[in-house]
């Protein structure tokens, strides 16, 4: 299995993360390691996840986005009410 997933900052409750990965566990320990430039200065906390069954079909979700405006803020339209 492989996830798109969503992190918040712990920290910085505004700030987010969005990657694939086939080891969600162990890729959030990774990142609260500080072993990602992009996350290392914060903790994180998972708040959403999607699973795929190839790691193409994550990284595509991943990609779109990213880099679609629409689809980040219609994803986060529909998480943020279960954030803190």
Excluded at 23 to 30: C, T
Aim: net charge positive.
């Amino acid at each position: 299995m492989h996830y798109f997933y969503v992190l918040q900052s712990i920290e910085d409750k505004g700030k987010f993360y969005y990657g694939c990965t086939s080891d969600l566990r162990e890729r959030l320990k990774s990142h609260n390691a500080g072993n990602n430039k992009a996350t290392q200065s914060n903790q994180w906390r998972v708040v959403y996840y999607e699973a795929f069954l190839t790691l193409s079909g994550a990284r595509k979700r991943e990609y779109r986005i990213k880099h679609h405006g629409s689809g980040k803020r219609n994803l986060m339209d529909r998480i943020k009410p279960t954030l803190e």
